[in-house]
């Protein structure tokens, strides 16, 4: 027996006036008095995925594909009720289905587009999004896609455009609003990237994705009591939102409250950005107890400069009765592993056995590590006195190092790394005795002495910057090499810096002694520190 007409045409009127649960209650008992009719689920779905309430939709257009295989309509629809539920793989299996039936249609190809993205696969999912604009240009579906996935490939200003022009074909669309935001921060326009979130949120209030951003463009503006705010809002419209967590604790990092930060930087673990370097390995996990007598196993995660600060807190193990040892990258293995009490080991080898183990950046809230209670800011690593000892010899006097760049695969790479015109601005007012540790493809940049050549792991590089009397560097691992062996090291950081340079701090942080910070004073803002460093330098 089919759906009853009336009831069905009720709830359809209901659902058009959005009055979703009265719609709900009305669908439910057609369903039920109607199991086996494709278009009552099929109705009932299209009114759960406009209710935000995407596993149900998903359900309900699930039966209705399989009573009516070929609809077309329930189909793409399942396909978006997937993406919403975050199926990624089903959402595009079902829009794959559509497209053996509709090839080109540029809904579908733009549902797809979201979905393929989602799964990292910004190139597909470009592929998608112009394929649908090839049938329709000013589809706003395929124009956010475009514009979402080409920033994903950081063509940051090709996807302002794409998005502008979704936003222009449909203004109320939220996540078009939100896109742009995100890809206007990514182009440090952080007030315009702000505008547009608030707009996002004005079209859409509940969006928690929205909020999250808010907080995200904050933090980088500096106005920290107003990111941690909206954060927190995200998380009460979203409360497993790892993002939100993330961005909650990396606000309050910044503004000193570490209680706090550390309980949320722990969301790191199921952020899509990070998850995957987050293996779950076998055995406890140390939960901060007593590890007397026993072998803890560090796992090194995130940056080779991130494992060389927190190998502060292997001595801290090794102090307390324990056998600590550091699984990490192998470059690092000759300098960490060199530490009193302290053995290394590659983190993707065999690794030894353990009585428990721990990701190393859990480990400072672990120990309730405070602003004013770091420990070993003074420095915790010795190089090596023979490499020391081949480095005076082939270094001038009194020599001073400098660094101007990172690892540009660094997601971060272009704000901390000094662009050329800023780095021979600042050899203007180089010393005779400058000389250049600069690694990798950039090496080349400057006439310099390059003793980049012999730096084939990171005890080598110690060792030259314990020779030092002073190493200038950008945001990058060496910086914490100098810090870790109290080498007097000025870094030159971004307006908006990584969560670990405190802006109340100054020119100082509480994780180095030897280091003085230069900050820029707007983003972008290389001159007013090269200025500065160059002022310093006398």
């Known amino acids: 027996m089919g759906a009853d007409l009336s009831l069905l045409i009720r709830a359809t009127d209901l659902h058009r006036s959005v009055r979703f649960d009265e719609a709900a209650s009305v669908f439910r008992d057609l369903v039920a008095a109607a199991p086996e009719d494709a278009h009552a689920h099929y109705l009932f779905g299209l009114s759960e995925l406009a209710a935000g309430h995407a596993e149900e939709a998903t359900r309900l257009l699930e039966r209705a594909a399989r009573l009516r295989p070929q609809h077309r309509a329930t189909l793409a629809n399942l396909a978006r009720a997937h993406l919403r539920a975050g199926a990624h793989a089903a959402a595009e299996a079902s829009a794959d289905q559509v497209l053996a039936l509709a090839p080109g249609d540029p809904a579908t190809l733009a549902t797809r587009a979201l979905a393929r993205l989602a799964q990292d696969r910004a190139t597909d999912a470009l592929a998608d999004a112009e394929a649908a604009l090839a049938a329709d240009p000013a589809h706003a579906g395929a124009l956010f896609a475009r514009g979402s996935a080409l920033s994903a490939l950081h063509r940051w200003d090709a996807a302002e455009t794409a998005l502008r022009a979704a936003i222009a074909a ?28 608030r707009q996002a949120l004005v079209r859409d209030p509940k969006l928690a994705e929205a909020e999250a951003s808010l907080g995200f463009v904050l933090t980088e503006c500096g106005r920290f009591d107003e990111a941690i705010a909206a954060c927190e809002r995200a998380i009460d419209l979203a409360p497993t939102m790892a993002q939100a967590h993330w961005n909650l604790g990396i606000a309050c990092l910044l503004a000193g409250d570490w209680a706090r930060g550390w309980e949320k930087f722990e969301a790191r673990k199921r952020h899509h950005r990070y998850a995957a370097h987050f293996p779950e390995l076998p055995g406890p996990v140390w939960d901060g107890g007593n590890p007397h007598g026993k072998t803890i196993l560090v796992f090194a995660e995130q940056g080779l400069g991130d494992t060389i600060q927190f190998a502060r807190y292997l ?3 090794s102090q307390a009765g324990a056998d600590p040892v550091l699984a990490c990258n192998p470059a690092l293995i000759p300098l960490l592993g060199a530490m009193d009490g302290v053995s290394a080991v590659p983190r993707n080898g065999a690794l030894p056995r353990y009585d428990a183990w721990v990701n190393q950046m859990s480990l400072p809230g672990l120990f309730g590590t405070r602003p004013d209670s770091v420990p070993l800011s003074r420095g915790y690593l010795n190089a090596d006195p023979s490499r020391i000892a081949g480095w005076r010899s082939r270094l001038p006097g009194r020599a001073v190092g400098f660094v101007w760049a990172g690892n540009p695969l660094h997601s971060n790479d272009r704000r901390r790394s000094l662009p050329p015109d800023a780095v021979a601005a600042l050899l203007q007012a180089a010393p005779p005795n400058w000389v250049s540790l600069q690694v990798g493809t950039r090496h080349d940049e400057t006439v310099l002495p390059d003793l980049s050549p012999p730096l084939t792991d990171y005890a080598e590089t110690a060792a030259a910057i314990a020779c030092l009397d002073l190493l200038v560097t950008a945001d990058t691992s060496v910086c914490h090499v100098a810090g870790a062996l109290g080498v007097p090291c000025w870094v030159m950081l971004p307006y908006a810096p990584d969560w670990r340079w405190l802006p109340a701090w100054g020119e100082q942080t509480p994780w180095y002694d030897s280091l003085r910070l230069f900050r820029q004073t707007a983003p972008g803002d ?9 002022r310093a330098l006398g």
Request: glycine share 4%.
């Open 526 to 534: 290389w001159g007013s520190v090269i200025t500065a460093v160059r």
């Open 315 to 317: 001595p801290l193990l």
């Open 170 to 197: 449909d203004p109320t669309d939220a996540p078009s609003h939100l896109a742009l935001g995100n890809t206007l921060a990514s182009l440090d326009r952080l007030q315009e990237a702000e505008a547009q979130i």
